[in-house]
């Protein structure tokens, strides 16, 4: 089964930039779709963007027009960059892929934005 591991995360402060990297350990060109999602102290785990198969993407309303999700299956990694960032968007965020047979998730990566 593929493994995801997420990169990236860090602390930034608000306005600024960081792109997230999720390495697949095998192919994930099959796969139906991939996720982020990102979850805060206690607050429920949010899909913050999605893009399937076919590449048609969709993000939530607190992130449009600010993050961007790509997919590279050549290398078998999904991005998120994430610009403009504000204190909100702290959270662990996390990769998500549904191979069809199975899905998966990846340990996350820990986003801090300071004001």
């Known amino acids: 089964q593929v493994q995801l591991v997420e990169s990236g995360g860090g602390l930034v402060q608000a306005g600024g930039s960081l792109r997230l990297s999720c390495a697949a350990s095998?192919?994930?060109?099959?796969?139906?779709?991939v996720v982020w999602y990102r979850q805060a102290p206690g607050k429920q785990r949010e899909l913050v963007a999605r893009?399937?198969?076919?590449?048609?993407?969709y993000y939530a309303d607190s992130v449009k027009g600010r993050f961007t999700i790509s997919r590279d299956n050549a290398n078998n990694r999904v991005y998120l960059q994430m610009n403009s960032l504000k204190a909100d968007d702290t959270a662990v965020y996390l990769c998500?892929?549904?191979?069809?047979?199975?899905?998966?998730w990846g340990q996350g990566t820990q986003v801090t934005v300071s004001e």
């Open positions: 095998g192919s994930i060109s099959s796969a139906n779709a």
């Open positions: 998500y892929a549904d191979m069809n047979l199975y899905q998966v």
């Open positions: 893009m399937l198969k076919g590449g048609t993407t």
